[in-house]
């Protein structure tokens, strides 16, 4: 599966941004889709994630109350929102898929390391100005 990511841009702190990651090549209902973001300098890191059966959403401690991940499944997309930027959210995020037809919620939950995912979109820049 090929993924797209798109949305990031530099806006005010405060502000919001949804980002989208759009899916081709095979069907997006099988993957749990993760959000990871790399500011310069730093490691890759989790940020969101959600589950492809039962629209599951679990996030990382600094962005929970602020960012919202979805998905619809009929148009191969999924979406991030994020609400109430705040400078330290300036990074490249990236959507990235892993094919788990039969995990289970708790699993997909647990699978927050890079390397748990098996297909990566480009990354899109968020920058957030103080």
């Known amino acids: 599966v090929q993924l797209q990511a798109s949305g990031g841009g530099l806006v005010q702190a405060g502000d919001s941004l949804r980002l989208s990651c759009a899916a081709s090549g095979r069907t997006f209902s099988s993957y749990v889709v993760g959000w990871f973001r790399q500011a310069p300098g730093k490691e890759r890191e989790f940020v969101a994630g959600i589950t492809w059966n039962d629209y599951r959403t679990y996030y990382t401690d600094s962005v929970k109350g602020r960012f919202t991940s979805s998905r619809d499944n009929a148009k191969n997309t999924v979406y991030l929102r994020m609400n109430s930027l705040k400078p330290e959210d300036t990074a490249v995020y990236y959507c990235?898929?892993?094919?788990?037809?039969?995990?289970?919620?708790?699993?997909?939950?647990?699978?927050?390391?890079?390397?748990?995912?098996?297909?990566w979109g480009q990354g899109t820049l968020v920058t957030v100005s103080s």
């Open positions: 990235a898929a892993k094919f788990a037809p039969w995990i289970t919620t708790a699993q997909a939950m647990a699978a927050i390391a890079p390397r748990e995912y098996d297909f």
